[in-house]
């Protein structure tokens, strides 16, 4: 039996690394609410660069690869605190890093003093009422099912047991014989299992609930922080509650599958993305990639995103006034590295590890890819579900509204921006955030096509999760669309931030 706080325990490297390693990034360049962006995003951030850690320790290290990733994660953890505290004035760092807490880029919300503290007490009530159903709601599901989905009892907290008892024997979890179809699946998700396990030295079965909350926390803390920093604190509360309401999230986020930090991933890498190109900010690119590339270490689909958003990425740099062409290169140059560093141990996995891909080889032939395409019925049955799955009903045990309306808002929010405001569009860089949601659609809507299995079969058990991936993409889209009026508006927030 663990005790109840011990069980958090193995959370404070993560934590740690995460956040030193976004204040070192951070402290020096021009940023929105700072601490608000750790505090989203660093848990999550640590969690993943601990997997890489543990990664490689078992790839080096093999038998004794828990302790090793244990050792290593605590000297990364003690470098970053030697770096952060002993190179420069870490007094004045920690002042920077601060400084632009507060920029917030409408200098009008206060104006009205009564009308505007009465908004925030009533965003404020319903963050609060939200985020305390959502948890109760998380706590009831995952207690009643602490196994989680089918794939995660079948997959990924499988693997971690092999991780966890047989260090020797790990590559195991790469046979046919175990998982078959599934041997090519990164192991993120795995790893953060194995983590907790590792430094318990036990298998309490609330750990993976924990490590999934630890992400679907994090996702509405990264609305807040976005909306807050970007527009106001009403809208920032207002923006989270409506996704801890959610019930696609609330149902998913308790199955254990990798789907809610596959959505974290992508919307941190998007999210910060605009913000790099709306502060002109350097460095933050390369977290983009890094992001990016944590996405692509979590599932197969986030490989694809990594394609995707680097192909943005190359526009929106390229349409960038006042700067040349030698600082947008080294941006690009940037992210590729940060999307370099989780890339290399999926590549080492697939190449290496694992099995070929089930869909690698009929990817590689090209005329049964475009035969399938041109098969109208096949290609308008997949385009049915696709729409379906986010404005249809999905059996829960009851019937719920899956989306809460997020994709019927979304498209009423693509229409209006594109017939009123297609300058705002273009301008404030809302068009990456738009551009990402559609093309990740054409992805799956082309993978489909080359799917080895029963295509009824595959879309009704994976089109709803697929739709996770970026449907907080679409919810941020939205809102920035209709809630972010007239004079709010600011298509350049480093315009606000202090000299």
């Known amino acids: ?95 920077d890093f601060l400084s632009h807490e507060y920029a917030l880029p409408h200098a009008n919300f206060s104006s009205q003093f009564l009308s505007s503290r009465l908004l925030i007490v009533l965003g404020m009530v319903l963050f609060i009422v939200a985020f305390y159903d959502f948890l109760r709601n998380f706590a009831f599901l995952s207690m009643s099912n602490l196994f989680g989905g089918w794939d995660a009892k079948t997959n990924w907290n499988l693997r971690a047991v092999f991780l966890f008892r047989s260090p020797e024997r790990w590559t195991a979890i790469f046979s046919d014989m175990v998982l078959p179809q599934l041997a090519n699946y990164p192991l993120f998700l795995p790893s953060a299992v194995a983590w907790g396990w590792n430094w318990l030295n036990a298998e309490p079965l609330i750990w993976p609930p924990l490590v999934a909350m630890a992400f679907t926390i994090g996702i509405g803390l990264m609305i807040f922080w976005y909306f807050s920093s970007q527009n106001s604190l ?3 509360l207002v923006a989270a509650s409506f996704y801890w309401m959610n019930p696609a999230y609330r149902f998913w986020a308790t199955s254990q599958y990798a789907d809610v930090p596959l959505c974290f991933y992508i919307t941190a890498a998007t999210l910060t993305l605009v913000t790099a190109y709306r502060l002109r900010t350097f460095s933050l690119f390369f977290l983009v990639g890094l992001f990016a590339g944590l996405a692509a270490w979590t599932k197969n689909e986030g490989i694809l995103f990594s394609f995707w958003i680097l192909g943005v990425t190359v526009l929106l740099t390229a349409s960038i006034p006042n700067h040349d062409w030698k600082w947008k290169s080294k941006a690009i140059l940037l992210l590729i590295f940060g999307l370099s560093i989780p890339f290399t141990a999926v590549l080492y ?37 696709l729409v379906y799955s986010k404005i249809g009903y999905v059996e829960f045990g009851k019937q719920h509204y899956a989306w809460n309306g997020i994709w019927i808002f979304f498209t009423a929010a693509l229409i209006y921006v594109l017939i009123f405001e297609r300058r705002r569009l273009i301008q404030s860089g809302l068009w990456a955030i738009l551009t990402l949601v559609l093309v990740i659609d054409i992805g799956y809507f082309l993978v489909f096509h080359l799917s080895p299995f029963d295509l009824r079969f595959h879309l009704s058990t994976s089109m709803h999760r697929l739709a996770l991936h970026h449907g907080i993409l679409a919810l941020i889209f939205s809102f920035e669309v209709f809630l972010i009026r007239g004079k709010d508006r600011v298509s350049n927030p480093a315009q606000t931030l202090p000299e």
């Open 349 to 385: 996995q697939k190449l290496i590890l694992a099995p070929p891909d089930i869909y690698s080889g009929r990817a590689s032939k090209v005329l049964e890819l475009f035969k399938s395409l041109t098969n109208w019925d096949k290609s308008l049955f997949i385009l049915t579900a």
């Open 1 to 95: 039996m663990i005790p109840t706080v011990r069980i958090f325990i193995p959370f404070i490297l993560p934590a740690m690394i995460g956040i030193l390693f976004l204040f070192l990034i951070l402290r020096k360049n021009p940023f929105l609410s700072p601490v608000a962006y750790c505090t989203a995003l660093g848990l999550p951030l640590g969690i993943g660069l601990i997997t890489l850690v543990m990664f490689w320790s078992y790839v080096c290290f093999n038998a004794q690869a828990k302790f090793s990733a244990i050792a290593l994660s605590a000297i990364l953890a003690a470098a970053l605190i030697i770096w952060s505290t002993f190179v420069g004035n870490w007094k004045k760092n920690f002042s």
């Open 234 to 236: 009403f809208t920032g």
